[in-house]
Nanobody, 111 residues
Framework: VQLVESGGGLVQPGGSLRLSCAAS????????ITWYRQAPGKEREPIAT????????NYADSVKGRFTISRDNAKSTMYLQMNSLKPEDTAVYYC?????WGQGTQVTVSS
């Protein structure tokens, strides 16, 4: 299993970013997959999960209404569209499935 996140960066409050998670080494379409984040000094937390088909999504209250998770099973890729970003969204963002994690991508929200 290999998961590679990308798309992080520095953005001002109120801005947007789109993260990607490219997956390989397993049958991507057979599994729900989750975005997590870990802020400095805090534990890793799940923030958004998408079902195998993409028809069902769940979000943590902290990101609900601002973030949108999606997937393209043909490309074995998952996405996280992040809008109205806040300084408290600053964290390393990971995708996770089957107990595996990517290397993460840093998102920093600051003016």
């Amino acid at each position: 299993v290999q998961l590679v996140e990308s798309g992080g960066g520095l953005v001002q409050p109120g801005g947007s970013l789109r993260l990607s998670c490219a997956a390989s080494g397993f049958t991507f379409s057979s599994y729900a997959i989750t975005w997590y984040r870990q802020a400095p000094g805090k534990e890793r937390e799940p923030i958004a999960t998408i079902s195998r088909s993409g028809g069902t999504t769940n979000y943590a209250d902290s990101v609900k209404g601002r973030f949108t998770i999606s997937r393209d099973n043909a490309k074995s890729t998952m996405y996280l569209q992040m809008n109205s970003l806040k300084p408290e969204d600053t964290a390393v963002y990971y995708c996770g499935v089957l107990g595996y994690w990517g290397q993460g991508t840093q998102v920093t929200v600051s003016s």
